[in-house]
Nanobody, 124 residues
Framework: QVQLVESGGGLVQAGGSLRLSCAAS????????VGWFRHAPGKERDSVATISWFGGSTYYADSVKGRFTISRDGAKNTVYLQMNSLKPEDTALYYCAARKGHGLANQPKEYTYWGQGTQVTVSS
């Protein structure tokens, strides 16, 4: 069982930055595909960014391209989401999720393990 713990959320003004972290209990975390999702009130849980095993490939939702960057540190078993130029519409509960294997995946149902989420609030 892989445990994921998100951190780094908070309250920030529009135009500001935050870096989210997703730390895993699994020593072979580099062999997992990891995705960041967000869930805003009244909306579905949407994919934000995905990184394949060993960081070979990445995916970004159109709404965050050019502003968010996903990366991973194999030695620390951690995946990051650097969020710049934040907008009020980025406000949501952000989750990281993981699945064994290398293929990029953007649907929540494709992921096996989930963290508890970290709240990001962007004020205008």
């Amino acid at each position: 069982q892989v445990q994921l713990v998100e951190s780094g959320g908070g309250l920030v003004q529009a135009g500001g930055s935050l870096r989210l972290s997703c730390a895993a209990s699994e020593s072979t975390f580099s062999t997992y595909t990891v995705g960041w999702f967000r869930h805003a009130p009244g909306k579905e849980r949407d994919s934000v960014a995905t990184i394949s095993w060993f960081g070979g490939s990445t995916y970004y939702a159109d709404s965050v391209k050019g502003r968010f960057t996903i990366s991973r540190d194999g030695a620390k078993n951690t995946v990051y989401l650097q969020m710049n130029s934040l907008k009020p519409e980025d406000t949501a509960l952000y989750y990281c999720a993981a699945r064994k294997g290398h293929g990029l995946a953007n649907q929540p149902k494709e992921y096996t393990y989930w963290g508890q989420g970290t709240q990001v609030t962007v004020s205008s």
